[in-house]
């Protein structure tokens, strides 16, 4: 079996549930509350899993792995069947550079240890956070919106397959919409994000679908 510890509302844990789906692969929601108790993650049982004391953390018959696309590669390589990667190069690499830009340029500057120092240690008030988050999904989409229109955008972030790029996208799409933010700007992304929508995998690792969803 395969534990999955997550947080409903992580968009790393939201990624790796949309790529289990995909991968047709069970597993098991621990839930791991990164505000209950100031934080279950900060928790010395939970550190020895992830000593960085983030979500999400795969424990795969033993093997504890973490960082979400390193999980999600590591799932594709290990697990046949639905591959989440192409298999040409250049197509690898320029998935690989969609997720990238969510997951390395995107998130890391609107993940919650960011908005919480901000609005602590900063003393920014919630309307300053808010245009902070804004401001870096709004380029960060720009810029993906852009990468789209290349030839091998399909259905999907990549030809007609749903992939690592589009395990980011989502979860990105939906948090972008937490904080009504105008995604007209921003078709393709939009469409694509909608086709996702579509599948079990993706309705199935939505955060309110979740267990520990509030």
Known sequence: MRDLYSYFRSSAAYRVRIALGLKGLDHRIVPVHLLRQGGEQHQAAYLQRNPEGLVPALDDQGHVLTQSLAIIEYLDEVYPGAALLPAEPLARARVRALAQL???DIHPLNNL???R???HEMKV???VRDAWYR???VTGFAAFEAQLRAPGTGLYCQGDTPGLADCCLVPQVYNAQRYEID???YP???RIARQCDTLSAFQAARPEAQP???
């Open 135 to 137: 401001h870096w999904i």
């Open 117 to 119: 120092w901000l609005a």
């Open 212 to 214: 520990d969803a509030e």
């Open 113 to 115: 240890r960011v908005l």
């Open 125 to 127: 008030d919630k309307a």
């Open 188 to 190: 393709t992304l939009q």
């Open 183 to 185: 995604l007209s700007p």
């Open 102 to 104: 969510i997951a390395c």
